[in-house]
C-alpha cells in the first residue's frame, strides 16, 4: 500500500531538507503540529542514555510496535520488516531525541544509529511506506 508522503518544511529545519533531518528543539512542537496535522504518527525515542545497539533497539521498540520475536539487533529488525510493515502506522515520523550525548559518549553508536535508521528509512520508502526520522537538540 502506498501512503500519502509528507515532505518537512524547510524553514523547520536546520542544515537543509535532506538526511539527516535535523531540528532543533525550540522548533520541535512546531514540526510535530505539522506532521501530525498532515496524518503522521510522530514518536520520540531517546537514545542519550544507551550503550550500544541493543540499547538502541530496546528504545525503538518501547514506542513501536514490533514482533515479539524480534530480537535487539539491526538484523532481527530487518528479519522482522514486513512484520514492522503491518504494524506500523504510516506515514510514521521518529524524532529522536540525545543523539548528541550519545556520539560524545559512544561515537561508534551515535554514527551506527544515523546510518542504520537512513538504511531503514529506504526500505521502507522502496516498500512503498514512508519512515522519516528527525534527530532533535543537536546544537548548544
Same mark, same amino acid.
Given at each position: 500500500? /502506498?501512503?500519502? $508522503?509528507? &515532505? %518537512?518544511?524547510? @524553514?523547520?529545519? /536546520?542544515?537543509?531538507?535532506?538526511?539527516?533531518?535535523?531540528? &532543533?528543539?525550540?522548533?520541535?512542537?512546531? +514540526?510535530?503540529?505539522?506532521?501530525?496535522?498532515?496524518? =503522521?504518527?510522530?514518536?520520540? /525515542?531517546?537514545? =542519550?542514555?544507551?550503550?550500544?545497539?541493543? =540499547?538502541?533497539?530496546?528504545? +525503538?521498540?518501547?514506542?513501536?510496535?514490533?514482533?515479539?520475536?524480534?530480537?535487539?539487533? $539491526?538484523?532481527?529488525?530487518?528479519?522482522?520488516?514486513?512484520?514492522?510493515?503491518?504494524?506500523?502506522?504510516?506515514?510514521?515520523?521518529?524524532?529522536?531525541?540525545?543523539?548528541?550525548?550519545? +556520539?560524545?559518549?559512544?561515537?561508534? #553508536?551515535?554514527?551506527?544509529?544515523?546510518?542504520? %535508521?537512513?538504511? %531503514?528509512?529506504?526500505?521502507?520508502? #522502496? =516498500?512503498?511506506?514512508?519512515?522519516?526520522?528527525?534527530? /532533535?537538540? +543537536?546544537? @548548544?
Amino acid at each position: 500500500m /502506498v501512503t500519502q $508522503w509528507i &515532505n %518537512l518544511p524547510r @524553514p523547520l529545519l /536546520v542544515g537543509g531538507p535532506a538526511e539527516p533531518y535535523l531540528v &532543533n528543539e525550540v522548533r520541535l512542537s512546531e +514540526l510535530r503540529d505539522f506532521v501530525t496535522a498532515a496524518g =503522521a504518527t510522530w514518536v520520540t /525515542v531517546d537514545i =542519550a542514555s544507551v550503550d550500544g545497539t541493543g =540499547a538502541v533497539i530496546d528504545a +525503538l521498540k518501547s514506542r513501536l510496535p514490533f514482533p515479539d520475536w524480534c530480537a535487539s539487533s $539491526w538484523d532481527s529488525m530487518e528479519d522482522a520488516f514486513e512484520e514492522i510493515r503491518q504494524s506500523w502506522s504510516f506515514p510514521l515520523v521518529v524524532t529522536v531525541q540525545g543523539l548528541r550525548s550519545t +556520539l560524545e559518549k559512544r561515537p561508534h #553508536v551515535g554514527l551506527e544509529v544515523v546510518l542504520r %535508521l537512513s538504511e %531503514l528509512c529506504h526500505a521502507f520508502s #522502496v =516498500a512503498g511506506d514512508q519512515l522519516t526520522v528527525v534527530y /532533535v537538540d +543537536l546544537w @548548544p
